[in-house]
């Protein structure tokens, strides 16, 4: 029997002994306490859920979230929801984890499959995502599985790491085939496929965070730094204009693919995350939020702290919450608590998550 056969078993032996003792009955499923499920890259997973991450990481970051996954932005907006701490596909196995969510992520998780076996695509969490569901349906029926799926958050947030991996690997298939525009709308396709796919299983409340100024990250400026003697590339206030156009193309193209959305599949809640938008308010306008280094990591290595990632927590910075960047390409907890806080009421930044805030579609009843 397979990994996947034999977690299918796992889940489906748990869920029946638990429903059997009568800890958890139908009627209490349909609670209004919503549960998220959670598909992504590195933004929503420190490696917890990525095998042999500490092996396979090529620039050694082995603290890429500041030591915890509680200061990802889904598990701030999980917290604010009500949720307990979201476990890991890989960890779960109790019907109570299932009921309140389950996160799918997995560090360098990219839209497109690379055949690493070091992190799960979106394609392959997606299929994860799809066997849960199906669980649902077969022990609590259909029917109500299927309101309770449709009162569940999806979050998703892909790309980021498709983006790292194209402009650092200049040699690589994809990038002589794909110019940076035409691979931002391969990667557009791929996710507006992702949320048509979950719509068709009565998934009906979807986030999708767009992705973060890449062109303005440690590793990126480095590269920057590296190169600026030939001149190759532009700057975008003092980022990488190249990578930072790609990551706009993919952020404007996702967001009208997901207008669409809601207007074509009834009873479609999307929303739009522009955290692009967020951090660069944040670069731009320091001061307004105490900080006052936009261009070095907190924990890193070399210029900017963009050679390598964080190899311990003993070379991090005395204080975080004065930096954007955490490592090579992952933001601080205080910026990913001011994102948390946009995504939820819009303050302190409006319309960051469009046309509704997330505390919004919380409250949509489906």
């Keep these: 029997m397979g990994i996947r056969e034999s977690v299918i078993c796992l889940l489906s032996a748990v869920l029946m002994i638990t429903f059997r003792h009568g800890h958890v009955s139908a009627e209490e499923t349909v609670s209004p306490v919503r549960a998220m499920y959670v598909l992504g890259d590195s933004s929503v997973d420190c490696g917890d859920n990525t095998p042999y991450y500490v092996l396979s990481h090529r620039n050694l970051s082995l603290f890429p979230c500041n030591g915890s996954d ?17 476990p890991f596909y890989s960890h779960n196995g109790s019907i109570n984890a299932i009921l309140g969510g389950i996160n799918f992520g997995s560090a360098e998780g990219t839209i497109l499959y690379t055949g690493s076996r070091s992190h ?16 649902l349906q ?13 009162s569940s958050i999806f979050y998703l947030s892909f790309g980021k790491d498709d983006f790292i991996d194209y402009f650092h690997d200049r040699s690589s298939p994809i990038n002589f085939k794909h110019s940076p525009q035409n691979f931002s709308h391969i990667l557009v396709q791929q ?16 986030v999708c965070a767009g992705i973060l100024p890449l062109g303005c990250a440690p590793d990126m400026l480095l590269m920057k730094f590296d190169s600026s003697s030939n001149g190759a590339r532009g700057e975008i206030e003092g980022c990488l204009d190249e990578v930072n156009m790609a990551v706009l193309e993919y952020n404007t193209r996702l967001e009208e693919n997901i207008v669409a959305i809601n207007v074509e599949l009834p009873g479609a809640h999307v929303v739009f995350c522009d955290v692009y938008r967020a951090l660069m308010e944040f670069i731009h306008k320091p001061e307004a939020y105490g900080i006052e280094d936009v261009k070095n990591a907190c924990c890193g290595k070399g210029r900017y702290g963009g050679e390598s990632g964080c190899p311990s927590m003993e070379i991090a910075c005395d204080n975080p919450t004065r930096r954007v960047w955490w490592d090579l390409s992952n933001p601080t907890p205080l910026v990913n608590s001011l994102l948390a806080d946009s995504a939820w009421s819009g303050r302190p930044l409006s319309s960051i998550c469009r046309p509704i805030t997330v505390h919004e579609l919380l409250s949509i009843s489906v």
């Design 70 to 86: 509680a200061t990802l932005l889904p598990h701030i907006l999980a917290k604010k929801m009500g949720l307990n701490t979201i």
């Design 120 to 135: 799960q695509s979106l394609n392959q969490q997606l299929s994860q995502s799809f066997q849960i569901i199906q669980l």
């Design 138 to 150: 077969l022990h609590l029926g259909e029917q109500t599985a299927n309101k309770f799926i449709q």
């Design 191 to 206: 996710m507006t496929n992702a949320v048509r796919n979950l719509y068709a299983t009565n998934v009906r409340k979807i």
